[in-house]
């Protein structure tokens, strides 16, 4: 009898040491969870998205705090993969920071750290191009780095550009120009390291200028919306002309030129002429974008 007790208290024993296992396993897994596979997102200034996973047996919710960072899904129940999407960032002087809340009833919430390192700081480049037409403008997109086709007739239409040329003659995306916000100001520094900041104000728009209609002699004007800060003269916009001595010389003045789309360029107007001094000859340097 005692061995058969034993035997059956010994069972009993077993039994309840299983039970309290499973109640425990039971427990632990009906326990509300919140977790996730990352405590923080780095972003650089090209890469704008990224993924990261939530575990959960409960219902939760997602929030960005910067608007440049987005969350998708904002909601949701059981595992899920989040999508995080920032803008492009442009800004080459310091980084930018956000934080994403995921948050769940009853449970601590979980704040993911977000940052976007600031851009790559851009180089001076260098453009050269026959300007020798005294009918037919050239237009420049900062954006592109390169020349853009444009009507002639519905340029002032197109946000496609920022700067056109006609021989030595300039306009903006702006004022009389165009329906951008393209406008110039004109700084009294030669190298682009003297100027550090955009002013507030100074900034020109186009209005009407004279420009030369033909080569002949002597020269015929008409009037066509242009960007008065460049025009050449006597020791001021950005080259002048000797008559006298036949002479062309240049300010390199550093100018501040704002785009179509409201961004900002430095740019110095080097020449109007080629490695053989023939006029009609366009070199420009500029850096872009500007802050």
């Known amino acids: 009898m ?4 034993f035997f059956k208290y010994s069972l009993t024993l077993v039994a ?26 780095s972003f650089d200034s090209q890469t704008l998205n990224k993924t990261f996973q939530v575990s959960s047996n409960v219902n939760w919710t997602i929030v960005s705090d910067q608007s440049w960072c987005i969350v998708t899904p904002t ?9 995080v999407t920032v803008t492009e960032y442009d800004n080459y002087k310091e980084a930018r920071k956000a934080e994403i809340l995921l948050s769940a009833t009853g449970l601590a919430p979980i704040v993911i750290e ?21 009918t037919e403008w050239t237009y420049f997109s900062f954006d592109k780095g390169d020349f853009v086709t444009v009507d002639q007739e519905k340029y002032a239409d ?13 306009r903006t995306n702006g004022g009389l120009s165009g329906k951008g916000q393209g406008a110039v100001l004109s700084t009294d520094k030669k190298k682009f390291e003297d100027v550090a900041t955009v002013p507030s104000s100074g900034f020109i728009e186009d209005s009407e200028i004279k420009v030369m209609a033909s080569g002949g002699m002597p020269p ?23 008559n006298k001595s036949a002479v062309w010389s240049f300010n390199n003045n550093v100018f501040i030129i704002r785009t179509a789309s409201g961004k900002y360029a430095k740019v110095i107007m080097k020449t109007f002429l080629d490695d053989k001094d023939k006029s009609g000859n366009i070199t420009f340097e500029y850096i872009y974008p500007f802050y």
């Open 2 to 5: 005692k061995r058969v007790s």
């Open 16 to 41: 309840i040491f299983f039970a309290i296992g499973i109640f425990t396993s039971c427990s632990d897994e009906d326990d509300d969870k919140l977790k996730v596979s990352v405590e923080s997102l």
């Open 75 to 83: 909601s949701g129940n059981g595992t899920s993969e989040v999508n």
């Open 114 to 134: 977000v940052s976007q390192i600031a851009g790559i700081i851009p180089g001076i480049k260098e453009v050269k191009f026959e300007a020798q037409s005294f």
């Open 158 to 170: 197109d946000s496609n550009w920022d700067l056109g040329f006609l021989r030595f003659n300039i």
């Open 220 to 242: 015929k004007y008409v009037t066509t919306p242009g960007n008065s800060a460049f025009k050449v003269g006597d020791n001021q916009g950005w080259a002048w002309y000797d």
